[in-house]
């Protein structure tokens, strides 16, 4: 198993998030987890994109003559065809890629040569209108280290996790985000939704999605 660095590395058209995503813009997958330098931003239309890949990536040796098409695999885009972010994915030993432990509030093992990351920024506080993604409880046991309290912010169509993340809970919350962030019709049946929970029928980890007022 691998982790992964996913990195901004072009844009061939232009990005329109409130916050564009750029080069250089990235972000750190470890051991099933979503790790966001400075707590992101991330766009969560490209996470959509990029999401699928990461579990065969993580596991895939790239240039290994036994891996099927995936392990060819190096870039994804955005699905924006006027953005057209391109993200690349690279590969390092696991425990390898360093982020600045005073940004994280957590050191991260490394660095290994060539990987090192330097970042710089703040927590984001919240504003009213936010969404406020949060784990309510746990009725199983979450092999990803998620515990109650963990938290993720949307802010419009960007992501923001004020501590690593596991990307399958992540998984599980990404489709009703973009529509939670818009205003409802009392009919609509999202209205009265407000949690989710995770695929892994052992873990059974509950997120709550509320409206920061």
């Known amino acids: 198993m691998v982790e992964l660095w996913i990195e901004v590395e072009r844009v061939e058209g232009t990005c329109t998030g409130p916050i564009p995503m750029a080069p250089g813009t990235g972000f750190l997958v470890r051991n099933g987890s979503l790790v966001f330098p400075g707590g992101g931003p991330i766009c969560l239309f490209a996470l959509a994109s990029i999401l699928s890949l990461i579990p065969a990536k993580e596991r895939l040796k790239d240039g290994d003559p036994a891996a099927d098409w995936m392990g060819e695999v190096h870039h994804v885009q955005c699905p924006d065809p006027d953005g057209r972010t391109i993200w690349r994915i690279e590969q390092a030993t ?38 406020r993604i949060v784990v309510d409880r746990i009725e199983g046991r979450c092999n990803e280290g998620m515990r109650v309290g963990h938290s993720a912010l949307v802010r419009e169509s960007s992501l923001y996790l004020a501590q690593p993340f596991c990307l399958y809970a992540m998984q599980a919350a990404l489709p009703l985000l973009t529509g939670k962030v818009r205003a409802h019709d009392p009919a609509d049946w999202m209205t009265g939704e407000s949690t989710v929970v995770c695929p892994d029928p052992l873990g059974n980890v509950i997120l709550r999605i509320e409206q920061v007022a």
């Open 94 to 131: 696991l425990g390898s890629t360093s982020i600045d432990p005073s940004v994280r509030g957590e050191i991260l093992a490394g660095p290994a040569p060539g990987a090192s990351r330097s970042v710089s920024g703040s927590a984001l506080e919240e504003q009213a209108g936010d969404l």
